[in-house]
Structure formats: structure tokens, C-alpha cells
Nanobody, 113 residues
Framework: QVQLVESGGGLVQPGESLRLSCVASGTFFSVSTMDWFRQAPGKERELVAVISSGDSTYYPDSVKGRFTISRDNAKNTLYLQMNRLKPEDTAVYYC???????WGQGTQVTVSS
């Protein structure tokens, strides 16, 4: 079996930063393209970052310049560094492995003053 476990979410004020982590079990991690998605209440699930097995990255305009996705294959861990957070970033953030379409349980990020 495989598992993706996110952590690092919490409540922060606008302009502050958070770093999310996603720890993967199994041997697939290093060969899988990995994604971060988010879903706010009443909204569709949104792709916010992608990193390939070769470390190519993609970000939509909504987070470009503020979010950075990275991976540490030796630790089977995916990261999302989120800077200059805005209230509209509030959502549950999910780690996703394209290999066999694995999903984490999600971690809540709330940006509010």
C-alpha cells in the first residue's frame, strides 16, 4: 500500500508564510510527478503547483511568484513554500502523486486577520 501525509497547515495572518510537507510511503516517489491542489469551501479543486521527476515546475498565475514547490527524494518528501499569503489562499491543501493517482488527506491553511 501507499500513503501520502500532509502537514504544516495552520492559521496565519495575511502577508505571512507557511511551508507544507507531504511525506510519501512506497518506492514510487522519485519517479512520480507530484502536485499540490487546494480546495476552498464551495469552490472547485484547483491545481496550485506541479513538480516533475526531473524537477521541472509549473504554477498558475494565482500563486506564481509567491509559492515554490520542491522535493527531497532522499526523504520521500514534497514541499510547498507559501509566501505573502492572502485570504484567498485559504483552503484545504492536498498532495497528489500522478503515479497511480494517489492523494493525501489534506491540511487546512487559513489566512485571516
Amino acid at each position: 500500500q501507499v500513503q501520502l501525509v500532509e502537514s504544516g497547515g495552520g492559521l496565519v495572518q495575511p502577508g505571512e508564510s507557511l511551508r507544507l510537507s507531504c511525506v510519501a510511503s512506497g518506492t514510487f516517489f522519485s519517479v512520480s510527478t507530484m502536485d499540490w491542489f487546494r480546495q476552498a469551501p464551495g469552490k472547485e479543486r484547483e491545481l496550485v503547483a506541479v513538480i516533475s521527476s526531473g524537477d521541472s515546475t509549473y504554477y498558475p498565475d494565482s500563486v506564481k511568484g509567491r509559492f515554490t514547490i520542491s522535493r527531497d527524494n532522499a526523504k520521500n518528501t514534497l514541499y510547498l513554500q507559501m509566501n505573502r499569503l492572502k485570504p484567498e489562499d485559504t483552503a484545504v491543501y492536498y498532495c497528489h502523486a500522478r503515479f497511480k493517482d494517489y492523494w493525501g488527506q489534506g491540511t487546512q491553511v487559513t489566512v485571516s486577520s
